[in-house]
Antibody, heavy 119, light 110 residues
Framework: EVQLVQSGAEVKKPGESLKISCKGS????????IGWVRQMPGKGLEWMAI????????RYSPSFQGQVTISADKSISTAYLQWSSLKASDTAMYYC????????????WGQGTLVTVSS | QSALTQPASVSGSPGRSITISCTGT?????????VSWYQHHPGKAPKLITY???KRPSGVSNRFSGSKSGNTASLTISGLQAEDEADYYC??????????FGGGTKLTVL
């Protein structure tokens, strides 16, 4: 079974750094893209960024460029989303999702990681 | 890069049909046949229900169908069932090799 399993909920203070993860299983990790999507409280989905673990090719939404960094460790089939200095406005649910190379759809999705940033 | 435009909410009675629209521009929906739709029950992972405008993944009910005309894509759900009550999001590839979601539509089954 193809699965994406995300790391657990995080509670952080403004200014702190954070790295959340998304581990793929049941498929060849390096042959599919992993995208990240934000859902702020009470709001809709926002496409953030995507990485191809096979060669670390990355693309960012202009809205998130410079705000977050995505990476992947193909040796452990895991993708990451990280912040160097969190803000209260980063409080959200973050989802990862798989995208086949050459396609334009996302399936399956991880269960989500809730990030809460509060002083 | 602006979010695609969806109605905030739609509703329908069991057994009836509803259609959710998703409006973009020639740089996204209008320029490519790469629209996908996702069903999102709160607290669960979003689920792909249609892709490449009209295609359905295996296992997704044929009550869900997608279409597109110009810069507007649509999702039609026929034979509404209680379990269809959820949030629905469109998504399109856009020029610049990125993707953009719609603002989401809350479907209420009356």
């Amino acid at each position: 079974e193809v699965q994406l399993v995300q790391s657990g909920a995080e509670v952080k203070k403004p200014g702190e750094s954070l790295k959340i993860s998304c581990k793929g299983s049941g498929y060849t990790f390096t042959n599919y893209w992993i995208g990240w999507v934000r859902q702020m409280p009470g709001k809709g989905l926002e496409w953030m960024a995507i990485i191809y673990p096979g060669d670390s090719d990355t693309r960012y939404s202009p809205s998130f460029q410079g705000q977050v960094t995505i990476s992947a460790d193909k040796s452990i089939s895991t993708a990451y989303l990280q912040w160097s200095s969190l803000k209260a406005s980063d409080t959200a649910m973050y989802y990862c999702a798989r995208k086949p190379d050459g396609s334009n759809w996302f399936d399956p999705w991880g269960q989500g990681t809730l990030v809460t940033v509060s002083s | 890069q602006s979010a695609l435009t969806q109605p905030a909410s739609v509703s329908g009675s069991p057994g009836r049909s509803i259609t959710i629209s998703c409006t973009g521009t020639s740089s996204d929906i209008g320029g490519y046949n790469f629209v996908s739709w996702y069903q999102h029950h709160p607290g669960k992972a979003p689920k792909l229900i249609t892709y490449d405008v009209t295609k359905r993944p295996s296992g997704v009910s044929n009550r869900f169908s997608g279409s597109k005309s110009g810069n507007t894509a649509s999702l039609t759900i026929s034979g509404l069932q209680a379990e269809d009550e959820a949030d629905y999001y469109c998504c399109s590839y856009e020029t610049g090799r990125t993707w953009v979601f719609g603002g989401g539509t809350k479907l209420t089954v009356l």
